[in-house]
């Protein structure tokens, strides 16, 4: 998620566009979606198709078309999981499936061996996430967090199949508390984070369900303080 986010506001400075930050995490994980798939299935899908950057060029064709530039940074966040991530750390992708199922990565080219249990991974991913931390405060990206907005409910998505997993032990054999502490802390500070959006969001939520509406436009809400005419 710390990539996207870097190559998403990074790209949508020179590109004049504004992001939605929700959104962009939630492409960055939507590859390891597979994952589920594979559990409930029992397939053995992980870094298959939906790793393919074929398949996600198509799959934007008409993002593409409808919004033009304004979907290069999301593009850019779908794509990172595979290219950068996953292409570094434990490889074994297709991602030019459905033309070949031929397997691409770091290693597959001759280069060493990384795997997500290894300390390099964690430190890299540490560094990453600091970087994109300083980014999202001196950018004030962070009150995103703090503000009720519908696309922050896209949030619950990385929190329930990433970050909470991750924590608390799946996929992995144990919690990353006992092979990456501090990696670990790094995704509390985000179970953190994408938690008080989403408990912000359906708070506003239930408070507007609340809010009565009579003709002329009087705002009616239990709250005397509330009136005010729209």
Do not use: C
């Not at 509390?188 to 408070?207: G, P």
């Amino acid at each position: 998620m710390s990539i996207a986010y870097l190559l998403g506001k990074g790209s949508s400075k020179p590109l004049r566009v504004k992001i939605n930050i929700p959104l962009i995490m939630v492409l960055s994980i939507l590859p390891d979606a597979d994952i589920v798939f594979d559990y409930l299935t029992g397939a053995h899908l992980h870094r298959g198709p939906s790793h393919s950057v074929v398949v996600a060029i198509f799959a934007f064709i008409p993002f593409f078309i409808i919004y033009r530039k304004k979907a290069i940074p999301y593009f850019l966040a779908l794509i990172s999981h595979p290219l950068i991530g996953d292409f570094f750390i434990g490889g074994k992708l297709e991602l030019l499936w459905p033309f070949t199922n031929a397997k691409f990565g770091l290693h597959e080219l001759g280069g060493p061996y990384i795997s997500i249990y290894m300390p390099i991974d964690g430190l890299i991913e540490v560094i990453l996430f600091i970087v994109a931390m300083v980014l999202l405060v001196k950018s004030n990206d962070w009150k995103v967090f703090f503000t009720a907005h519908k696309s922050n409910l896209l949030l619950i998505i990385p929190l329930l199949t990433v970050l909470l997993p991750s924590t608390i032990g799946y996929p992995f054999s144990k919690s990353l508390f006992f092979f990456s502490p501090i990696l670990a802390i790094a995704h509390v500070i985000l179970v953190v984070l994408f938690s008080v959006a989403v408990l912000k969001t359906f708070n506003s939520m239930y408070r507007n369900r609340k809010t009565r509406r009579k003709p002329g436009g009087l705002v009616i809400s239990e709250n005397p303080q509330d009136f005010a005419p729209e």
